[in-house]
């Protein structure tokens, strides 16, 4: 990690200090990235299987639709593709959205959340 | 097959959370999950043998990533020793993981294969020691947020273990970053939020 990033990161918590709502809207992808390696990595991969499913493309996928992934019985119910707002509810508290799941990480942060949706959502992951 | 799960079901496991004796129903359903493959589909009921099967898995990979490393010929001897070392906290952290779903009755996921590792943690591209410690740091990484970030999840039984082996992940972390001249954060509360 380099340190100009570390100071990109800075100054952008500065400038979301000073527009919370705009930045929450829209999600900062690029430090959505980071959160991703970071909150996520433990589990999850863009192209692999893991711990848990590979996530490349999941934004608009529908719930528990990659084949060779054994999910709980609690995610293949969910209905709705994974957008801004499930993924949001998801990230906040997984084990409430879908009683039973294998996942429990939960991001508090709004910020944090909308970084990271604004990743998965990006064509870097798509 | 029944009576032989029956009797490996600790006392605890039979014993709901409010500490009334399980129905013949829950019964069933504790013995069920003791036949269970070993995906996530089929795991034991309760949301905390999910989560911790969840764990299980995560230092299981964990585990097989330092065993490919160490034998990977890019560590330096002493390095190796390092990672030997961090490995086995990893397995004392599956062992009590293990424990803990055996105790609710569940099904411990296995392991998978290392191969099988190998090729999830894409570690053909790993060219050289920097490499390898750069994987094991966002590893360890990751795992010490995901343990703080499953604990509001995790019934509080767990809270405790989940807290110390994200302390343990989080001595990795400081270890693994310091080999990788990586400076130290200026903030505090760097893992969870």
Redesign the interface.
Known sequence: MSRSLMVAGALLSLMWGSQPVLAQESGDAERGATLYQQRCGACHSLDANRVGPKHRGVYGRQPASIPDFHYSTALRKLKEPWGDETLDRWLTNPTAMAPGTAMGIRVPQAQDRADIIAYLRSPAAR | MKALLLRAVPRRALLSDSGKVLSLAGLTALVGAGVAGP?????APG?DV??L??AI??EH?GIAAYTIAAGSGLLKPEVVKIGVTFRGHHERHRDELVKAVKALGGQPVAAKSDKEYA????VAKLKNQADVLRLAL??E???A??YL??I???GTNYHQIAGRMAGDEAFHVAVLGGALG??IPTQGLMFG?
């Open positions: 995906a996530f589909g089929q795991a949301q999910q989560l099967n969840a898995a995560l990979e090729t999830q943690l894409n966002g590893l990484r990751g795992a947020n995901a970030g499953l509001p999840s995790l990586e400076p939020g």
